[in-house]
């Protein structure tokens, strides 16, 4: 008789702590989908770019697929354009040996004559704009390798180390770019 109250007791010990697990998650489930360890704001739904929606100068050879893309959308290049240009290019060269991993993108629908070394400047199409229009004007992108629009940065508030700590989690688990 013992041997059978011994049985239920350890089956209870590991079968009682998923089921509890269960239940709370299935309960609340606000608890594990409001908190998340980005810094960066999420792009609900993602949006997914085709190659026409972003239009590189003939004398570019670009994309936005194979390679993860910090991308700037704004009207026009402005002091603080050019600064948190430089603030990509500094997230860029501190990540290291993954910096061949990203590019530097500027998207802007009118003509620029922004000189900075290593910045893809490109058009986007009216479509992307309706897309990026529910975001305030001049705000910084990640695109992951698939061309898919995945985060939002400020960059009035943008905080590099936290963009760092996003690019190697993602970095750390991405099989692709």
Same mark, same amino acid.
């Given at each position: 008789?013992?041997? =059978?109250?011994?049985?239920w007791v350890l089956?209870?010990a590991?079968v009682?702590?998923i089921?509890?697990?269960?239940v709370?998650?299935y ?6 989908t409001?908190t998340?360890?980005n810094? $960066?704001?999420f792009? +609900?739904p993602i /949006?997914a770019t085709?190659q @026409?929606d972003v239009?590189?100068p @003939? ?5 936005l %697929?194979? /390679?993860?893309?910090?991308a700037?959308?704004t009207e026009?290049? !402005?002091?603080?354009c050019? @600064?948190t240009l430089?603030?990509i =290019?500094?997230?860029r060269?501190?990540?290291n040996? !993954?910096m %061949? #991993?990203?590019?530097?993108?500027l ?7 922004i000189?900075?070394? $290593?910045?893809l400047?490109? %058009?986007?199409s009216?479509?992307l704009r @309706?897309?990026?229009? =529910?975001?305030? +004007?001049?705000?910084l992108?990640?695109i !992951? ?5 995945m985060? #939002?940065y400020?960059?009035?508030?943008l ?9 190697q989690r993602?970095?750390?688990?991405? %099989?692709? $770019?």
């Open positions: 008789m013992s041997s =059978k109250k011994e049985l089956l209870a590991f009682l702590p089921t509890l697990g269960t709370f998650f309960w609340n489930p606000t608890v594990f409001n998340t360890v810094y $960066g704001e792009v +609900n /949006i085709e @026409q239009t590189f @003939q004398h570019a050879k670009s994309s %697929r194979g /390679i993860w893309t910090l700037y959308a026009r290049c !402005d002091k603080a050019i @600064q430089k603030n =290019k500094t997230i060269i501190l990540m040996e !993954d %061949r #991993r990203i590019q530097r993108l998207l802007t629908n009118n003509n620029t004559a000189q900075e070394a $290593g910045v400047i490109a %058009r986007p009216q479509s @309706q897309k990026l229009g =529910k975001f305030p +004007n001049n705000s992108f990640l !992951d390798p698939l061309g898919n629009v985060l #939002r400020d960059p009035q508030t905080d590099l180390k936290r963009v760092i700590k996003d690019l993602l970095f750390k688990y991405s %099989r692709i $770019g």
